[in-house]
């Protein structure tokens, strides 16, 4: 690994450095920092500016030069080998009675890693492979990939930390892509909670994120623990860490494993800021603090602290939208918390909208399987406008109520881009032919082999010219039940969302054209699409429309059942002009069972129901028909 030689180490006494060329000093730490051509004249001004004053206070320091770079660029440490990334270190130990001033520095580029002049010789910052920690063997060095950063170091037991400190920080401008930013960590901090010298808040090992804007302060790691404070993380009895004594220490030392954080930088937006992630040890000197740190900007799935996320949206536009998602539960390794509430919020420049927050109904919600899906419609009165989508997830685990947000990019990378309020009129489309079904949850019945539901499209405006195809699609069928028994014995082709149907215009039913995958009776046919042609066009008028059945899985008689299934479907249709028009749509159905046949109706087979979406009623009429 390629080292930094400051020139400003050469300068350990004032009488060293006089007589020197600054400028020449300058210009090598250029050339060190790969400073552009367009920044050398304001870098060379700044470092000997800093060089002067450093002999004058007798110093040793190197301000670093706050160049903007991207906080994610490389943020598994794989491959860059901490480009972009300002350091510092302030290295100070405590042997027997008397304190050594080891060094004091900081840089920009290629990570410095070499030993620093030190009684234990171990690296402050180290860009580590995979592999385990010296003092917990459980814990791995690298949360993915084949590398992660390791910040700060441990210190033998006749050794003692004096106040050390370790940091990264890069300069980046904040907008709304970048203001949730997300990082992975694991800490190994000594809890100086029963030792002889009195420790308060803020004098132990601790791990923590700063923002330099004008002035320094920590900011929240989220999601925030009840009891335990996050700004920074401290080993001062910290019931958010796990607690061990390897050998050959005497005293506590605090574990964290690899755990995902958040912090919150939407009050920044717009703003040029500087981000250090920092560890330090006791300032009583007895107790030595160290951090991995690994995936930035790579999300927090899978989290032990709980996580939600967001998987996908049926389609782009309008209430009929549907999105689903994913979350997991907060953990250890011997309990799991459980899900309190899922909130979905609207978003606009990565920020929040005002009154566009809602609950998702425990029905949407699958606590087996740990998914939930919602209707766009849950939403009231949005303005129109594009949108990202945005789920908060609150969790209650070990008696703490957790809070976890996904990302402000919301299902699709990038900024208002999810879902737009308003479905705009396809270009492609001239027909004015409109369809709408007036229910938001079809109709559903029992059949001999599950359940069917029958749903109208009515026709609302009529076809300017004749229409010579109707085409509808299956897209997507999703069972909505998560335990395995909820689904024995009721699996078959034909009811994973088969769909019949009929189209009627001028009171005439018309059947689908007889083609492959749209009229099969038979248990293991499965129809995902029907197609209504008519060779010579047919105007469609209000009070015509389309007839769609559904063949769904039946209801199972168990309480931990969920009772609904969905199918997302894709109409087009074409005129004789070859104009083509498409939309999508979703249902979501109530699944039934045989006990729910309404008296007197026959129980219906799949030919019955191929029949009837035809208009036949030659073996029964089904309910719905």
Known sequence: MKNIIFILMLCFTTSLCLGQDYNRLAESAAREQKITTKELKTFKEKYILSLKKAINNNKLYQPPLLREADICDDGGFE??????????????????????????????????TSAITSTTALSQWEIVSTGYDDLFPALPKVHSGNRALKLGRKEGTGILPYC?????????????????????????????FTSANSHTAGQAPAFGVRVKSGSTSYVPILPAITGASTTPIEALNNPFLLSGMPPPYTESIAMRPWTCGRVDLSGYIGQTITIEFIVNDCTHAGHFGYAYLDDICMGCQNSDMGDASLQAISKDC??????????SLPHNSTSAGTLTSLQASLY????????????????????????????????????AGNYDIVIKAT??????????????????????NDWKSICQVNSCCQNTLKMVTPVSVPPSYPYNGGTYSVEYYNITAPSNVPITEIKVEVTSFEWLDGLEDCKQCQIRTSNLGSIFG????????????????GNGTAITSNNNEVIFS???GKILNAGDYLRLTYILPPEKNLSCCQTKA????????????????????????DLKNKSELKPGAPLPDLLMLYLNSRGIFATGHADGF
């Not at 350091?87 to 520095?105: T, Y």
């Open 79 to 112: 491959i860059k080998n901490f480009s972009n990334w300002t350091w510092k270190m302030v290295d100070n130990r405590k042997v027997g009675n008397a304190i050594v001033f080891n060094a004091n520095e900081s840089g920009t580029g290629t990570l410095h």
């Open 164 to 192: 050390s400190a370790e940091s990264i920080d890069k300069t980046v401008t904040i907008t709304a892509a970048n203001s949730q930013l997300t990082f992975w960590y694991a800490l190994v901090l000594q809890d100086p």
């Open 318 to 327: 309008g209430p009929s939208a549907s999105v689903s998602g994913s979350y």
């Open 348 to 383: 606009q420049n990565g920020l929040p909208v005002t009154g566009q927050t809602v609950q998702i109904p425990s029905g949407n919600i699958n606590t087996v399987t740990k998914t939930f899906s919602f209707p766009m419609s849950l939403f009231s009165s949005v303005p």
């Open 395 to 416: 969790f209650l685990f070990l008696a703490n109520p957790i809070v976890t947000t996904s990302t402000n990019s919301g299902v699709i990378a990038g900024i208002n």
């Open 502 to 517: 009929g189209v009627s215009v001028g009171g005439v039913l018309n059947g689908p054209a007889i083609q492959p995958y």
């Open 534 to 536: 008519f060779p010579n």
């Open 566 to 589: 969905r199918v997302c479907r894709k109409i087009t249709w074409r005129d004789i002009n070859c104009n083509y028009c498409e939309v999508y749509d979703c249902s979501t159905i």
